[in-house]
């Protein structure tokens, strides 16, 4: 009998791809690596100036030419702008074929699911989106129609109530919650408040709306709602591709979840260690939790930095170093040679600002353009005192992420009581003053201003019978500015004056953040510390060049591209040849409100290592040692941040600044010089 043998059935040949890019002549090991990436989930921790969006690019292409349909590719980003470019040159690197590639926002992508859906959660196919202007007023409608808006103790504005509802949706926290910690001075409108919320939820489902965050919302309601309709939306995702993925919230971590499900091809892009938007609901957790979320992830590192020194990126690597959760990665430079960054420590806040100003004007003698340095800081009103310091040296410059001192309304209610003291005849200040009264509005104003400007008495309304109901207030006021007129106080005890009159109109017209502005204000008494009298004050703020500091940067003639200053949180993707990072401090970098919670430090510690990497060529870093505080009876030391503490020479070098030597004549004018350490 003859012996069998059984043949295997024969398989289609995997065809040979012939690529038409040289993919290994334009990426560097690391990047070649995710762009030839096999199917599965996949993490690309990206570090700072790695060539991030470069290799998204490259990623796309190799899809395509792997014979992937593009329309089964979809890319999200947190932009347009950003799916737009980076398709654009998706498209360009491959003759076109990339045109079919569904990118975009989330928001934009569930969209786009709802607009075929819609009817299977209760809402017309033809569905409106309200933007947050929209959503805000609805919430405002429903406010009155519910009369709250009449309540005896102030109830939140529209927006302040809009902010809430988004907030507790894309930080997946309750409302009773999110009160307790950021809006303790309405949580006795609890009961009110979530009524409200419950209402515009019924309304927009009522008449068809849909804000942003219910875009997310609804869609992940669909899917769960109805497997089929799910299954029928992620089959066709073949692939899904998601930038700056340390940036997601928890429901767009769901998201990207649910449209892996049938293929299971997602690459998530990003940064742990740029990871600082947590007061926006980013979730460090899906970046940290992805390999767990998503079985049989790979995990790739792009280190090789494109942007900064050697020594630039050796200190932020230090920085980074001391985080509790991250992780491991050591960015690199092939870039040649390098100055170490200076941790640069001043006696006081002027003497900041007055190195930033000369060191600003040394490095543009250098060649350095003004747009090619940035300052960078905690919080808006840490460059208070150096915007004053630019505007005696005549240095232009535009603020991102912050308002100027010169544009924060209750700075301006301050400055104006100062001015109609000064100037009894200032009638804009009076106007600014006046309606900060409660019941007066701009014709009573107008009508005071008439018989303050004609009286020998400005201060005396006792004798003002049409206006006997405002007498109160009117002479409060009179008593506040017969006191700043005695005498030649110092202006910063003039300035505490004034804020402690303004304290309860302050709580009046700003309840919603009155706590940040009033620590605006006690800031500023410190910057009025540094003149003598309220003239001085004023005409130093007076100098302060408002167009060209304000003015969008395209609109400023050639000749003067201004400096940039700017929060570190608005700085992030951007870089600069030279990067200033002022109030390194305890209790600002980190936050004081960071202190107890080892995340919260993380979060800090990972915004001071985004400022760092912003440098390409110099990079310095500096702290004062006396600070001003009015609650702790005015100077006191101050403590530099924990993050630059004990950091080695080898990695920073330390500098100090001392008044220039008058024997000098070059060094005469009062300036600072740098007395640097002697090497031995």
């Not at 990871?275 to 792009?302: D, V």
């Not at 290592?609 to 101050?638: C, I, N, P, W």
Request: aromatic residues 8%; charged residues 25%.
């Amino acid at each position: 009998m003859a012996r069998s043998f059984v043949l295997k059935r024969e398989s289609a040949p995997i065809p040979l791809v012939h690529y038409q890019i040289p993919y290994a002549e334009h990426l560097n090991p690391q990047q070649l690596a995710v762009v030839e990436a096999p199917n599965g989930p996949a993490l690309v921790i990206a570090g700072a100036g790695t060539g991030k969006t470069r290799t998204l690019i490259y990623r796309l292409a190799r899809l395509v030419e792997s014979g992937v349909p593009p329309e089964e590719i979809v890319l999200l980003t947190f932009t347009r702008r950003a799916a737009r470019e980076m398709l654009n040159r998706a498209t360009v690197l491959l003759d076109g074929r990339c045109e079919g590639i569904k990118g975009g926002t989330f928001h934009g992508f569930c969209l786009s699911v709802l607009q075929r859906y819609a009817q299977q959660i209760g809402f017309p196919v033809r569905f409106s989106v309200l933007d947050a202007a929209d959503a805000a007023d609805v919430v405002d409608l429903l406010r009155t129609q519910q009369g709250f808006h009449q309540s005896k103790t102030r109830f939140p504005k529209k927006d302040t109530l809009y902010h809430l509802f988004s907030a507790s949706i894309n930080r997946q926290k309750d409302i009773p919650q999110l009160l307790a910690q950021e809006f303790p001075q309405y949580a006795k409108h609890e009961t009110e408040i979530l009524t409200l919320y419950k209402a515009y939820d019924q309304y927009k489902q009522k008449h068809g709306l849909m804000d942003y965050d219910d875009l997310l919302v609804r869609t992940l309601q669909l899917f769960e709602a109805h497997p089929t309709i799910r299954y029928e939306v992620c089959a066709r995702i073949r692939h899904v591709l998601v930038d700056e993925f340390q940036d997601t919230n928890k429901l767009q971590g769901d998201l990207v979840a649910a449209f892996a499900s049938v293929h299971g091809n997602v690459m998530a892009v990003g940064d742990d260690a740029q990871s600082i938007y947590a007061f926006r609901g980013a979730n460090f957790q899906n970046i940290m939790g992805f390999p767990k979320r998503f079985a049989g992830t790979t995990l790739y590192k792009l280190e090789e930095n494109y942007r900064s020194t050697p020594p630039i990126l050796q200190l932020a690597n230090h920085v980074l170093s001391q985080a509790h959760e991250r992780y491991e990665k050591e960015l690199f430079s092939r870039r040649d040679g390098g100055e170490l960054p200076a941790i640069v420590q001043a006696p006081d806040d002027r003497f900041q600002s007055r190195f930033v100003c000369q060191m600003v004007l040394q490095l543009r003698e250098e060649g350095i353009p003004l747009n090619e340095m940035a300052v960078l800081f905690r919080n808006g009103r840490d460059s208070y005192d150096l915007e004053l310091e630019l505007a005696r040296c005549n240095i232009p410059f535009v603020k991102y992420g912050g308002l100027k001192l010169n544009d924060a309304a209750h700075i301006k209610d301050v400055l104006a009581h100062l001015k109609i003291v000064e100037n009894p005849l200032d009638a804009v200040a009076w106007q600014r003053v006046l309606m900060l009264l409660k019941g007066i509005g701009p014709k009573t104003a107008q009508e005071l201003i008439q018989w303050i400007l004609t009286t020998d008495k400005p201060y005396d309304f006792d004798s003002l019978q049409p206006f006997k109901k405002h007498v109160g207030q009117l002479r409060s006021l009179a008593l506040l500015l017969q006191d700043l007129r005695k005498g030649e106080r110092l202006a910063s005890s003039q300035v505490s004056d004034v804020i402690h009159y303004y304290g309860p109109i302050l709580e009046r017209v700003h309840p919603d953040d009155t706590e940040k502005r009033r620590q605006d204000l006690e800031h500023f008494v410190g910057i009025a510390a540094n003149f003598v009298t309220r003239g001085d004050l004023l005409r130093a703020l007076a100098l302060d060049p408002i167009e060209r500091s304000t003015v969008e940067v395209e609109a400023i003639q050639k000749d003067e591209i201004p400096l940039v200053l700017s929060t570190i949180h608005s700085a992030k993707g951007l870089e600069y040849q030279a990067v200033f990072v002022i109030q390194v401090l305890e209790g600002v970098l980190p936050s004081a409100y960071a202190l107890n919670r080892r995340s919260a430090l993380d979060e800090e510690r990972r915004l001071l290592y985004v400022a760092l990497t912003r440098a390409k060529d110099y990079l310095f870093v500096s702290h004062s040692v006396l600070g001003y505080q009015r609650s702790f009876g005015g100077e006191y030391f101050t403590k530099p941040s924990r993050f630059i503490q004990d950091i080695p020479e080898h990695l920073a070098e330390p500098w100090q600044l001392v008044e220039s030597s008058p024997s000098n004549n070059e060094l005469s004018t009062g300036d600072p010089y740098l007395s640097l350490p002697s090497s031995s």
